[in-house]
C-alpha cells in the first residue's frame, strides 16, 4: 500500500499543502477535507487536472465533513494528517486572539482524527500554534511524540531569506535557526548561525543582525499587513509538507519543530519549538542545541509563557 496523508481545511494554507504534497509525488493519496460544501472537491480536481503538465501520480481526493463527523471516513488510513483548519489572522490581531474561536475548530478535528486515523502522526498548524499542538495532543489522546506542531521551519525559513539578502549572498549559503514559540516569545539563535560556514557576527553588525532577529519575530505580522485579508501560505506550507514528507519517508531529519519537551535544556512537560529529529512515529529525539547563556534564558522563558497558555487550553 502507498502512503496516504490528509489535510484538514482547503483554505490557503491547506489547499497549497495539499498541491506541494501531491507534486512530491511520493504519495498514493492526499486528501483535502473542508467543511464548505463543494470546495474540497472542486480543488481536488483542479489539482489532479495540473497532473499530466507536472507530471505527478499522486491522486488528491476532495472530502466535505459535517459537524457529526460526516465524511471523516475518508481518512481512515493516514499515514500522516495535517490540521490547518482554522481562522488566520486579520491586521492587527495576534496569533492568540485566534485561541478561542480555534480551539473549537481543532478539538473537533483532532476527536475526528482520533476516531478515524487512530494511527497517524499528526502535524498541527492552526495558531495559536503552540497552544493548538497541545490542544490536540489532549484531545486525541495520541503518544506525545505523535503529534508536532509546525513554525520553526517557517520562521528559520523567514530568518534565512532576511540574513541572505542582508549579506548579499544565496539562501543557500545561511544557516540560521529559530526555536521557542510561534508568536512574541520566539527565540532566533544568531550564535548557531553561518553565513558560508562563517559565524553570523563575522558578516553583520550587532545592529544589522538584531534588526533582522526583529523582522523574523514579525514576519507573519508583515505579510498579514500587506495582505490584509489574511496570512502568509506559501512558506508556511512547504514547511508542513516538508515535515509530513519526513514522516512519510521515515527520513531521520533534524528540522525546528514544535515538539513536546521533556527535560530537555533543563524544561519539561510543555510543547515549544525545538530541533527534533523526525521519522515515521513522529518526533524520535529532540536534539538540543548548543545555546549562549541569553539563548537559553529566552528558550526557558517561551516555555513559561507557552506553558501558561497551554493550561489554558484545556478548558476551551
Ligand atoms: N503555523 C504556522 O506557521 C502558520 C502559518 C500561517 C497560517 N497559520 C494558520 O493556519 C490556519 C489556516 O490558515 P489559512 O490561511 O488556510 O486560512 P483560511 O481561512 O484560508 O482557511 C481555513 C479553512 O479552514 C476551514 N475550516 C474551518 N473549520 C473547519 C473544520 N471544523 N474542519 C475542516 N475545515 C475547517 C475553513 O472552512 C477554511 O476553508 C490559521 O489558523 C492560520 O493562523 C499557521
Known sequence: MGKKVTVVGAGFYGSTTAQRLAEYDI????????????KPAGLAL?????????????RVVGVTTGAGGEG??????????????????????????????NAKIVRQVAENVAKYAPN????????????????????????RHRV???????????????????AGVPVRSVRTLTLGSHGDTMVPV????????????????????EQLVQRTRNGGAEIVGLLKTGSAYYAPSAAAAR??????????????????????YGISGVYLGVQAEIGATGVQRVVETPLTETELAALREAAEAVRAKQADVTNL
Open 27 to 38: 504519495f498514493e493519496t492526499v486528501v483535502l477535507t473542508d467543511i464548505i460544501e463543494g
Open 72 to 101: 471523516y471516513e475518508a481518512i481512515e488510513g493516514s499515514d500522516v494528517v495535517v490540521v490547518t483548519a482554522g481562522l488566520p489572522r486579520k491586521p492587527g490581531m495576534s496569533r492568540m486572539d485566534l485561541l478561542e474561536v
Open 190 to 209: 544568531p550564535s548557531q548561525c553561518t553565513v558560508d560556514g562563517k559565524p553570523l557576527s563575522a558578516v553583520l553588525d550587532e545592529t544589522a543582525i
Open 243 to 264: 515535515m509530513a514528507r519526513a514522516v512519510a519517508e521515515n527520513s531521520g531529519a533534524v528540522l525546528p519543530v514544535c515538539a513536546w519537551v521533556d527535560g530537555e
Open 120 to 143: 497517524a502522526v499528526v502535524i498541527v498548524v492552526s495558531n495559536p500554534l503552540d497552544e493548538m499542538t497541545a490542544l490536540t495532543q489532549l484531545a486525541t489522546g495520541f503518544p
Open 46 to 58: 483542479d489539482i489532479n487536472q495540473s497532473r499530466p503538465i507536472e507530471g505527478f501520480e499522486t
Open 148 to 166: 508536532l506542531g509546525q513554525a520553526g521551519i517557517l520562521d528559520t525559513a523567514r530568518f534565512t531569506t532576511f540574513v541572505a539578502e542582508a
